[in-house]
């Protein structure tokens, strides 16, 4: 299992070992500059976050091993245009790719299609004005 590695800025590129089964909750969160990442055969699981907020990410390739996304996965990587995700996969969280604007219609609709509209949904924003912070 992999675990936090988060705010790993200057990181471009990640080769999983393939011993590796589980990615870890916010494992890679904030790599802005990974661009590429080789999910090994063998991963079944990709947790929370694991990869939220990779803004130059453009490509995921879900191996036919993983059978769960959780919230968040892949939350906010904006530059993601390219998704595939096998049959083996048979459950995705809300919001594992909320945010990611840039996703091909097509490519969202069939996803939709599978696991719900939910996959796609923002994160929900709580704003409390500093008056109402102080009585909660």
Not at 60 to 89: Q, R
């Amino acid at each position: 299992m992999l675990y936090k590695n988060s705010y790993c800025k200057s990181l471009t590129k990640i080769n999983i070992p393939n011993s590796v089964t589980n990615i870890g909750d916010r494992t890679f969160k904030n790599c802005e500059s990974l661009t590429s990442i080789n999910i090994p055969d063998g991963v079944t699981n990709i947790e929370n976050s694991a990869f939220e907020s990779c803004n130059s990410l453009v490509k995921i390739n879900i191996p036919d091993s993983v059978t769960n996304i959780e919230f968040g996965a892949f939350y906010a990587c904006e530059s993601l245009t390219c998704i595939y995700i096998p049959d083996s996969v048979t459950t995705i969280d809300s919001g594992a790719f909320g945010n990611c604007n840039n996703i091909p219609s097509k490519i969202k609709s069939d996803i939709i299609k599978r696991f719900g509209k939910e996959v796609f949904e923002s994160w929900p924003l709580l704003i409390l004005s500093a008056e109402s912070a102080k009585t909660r």
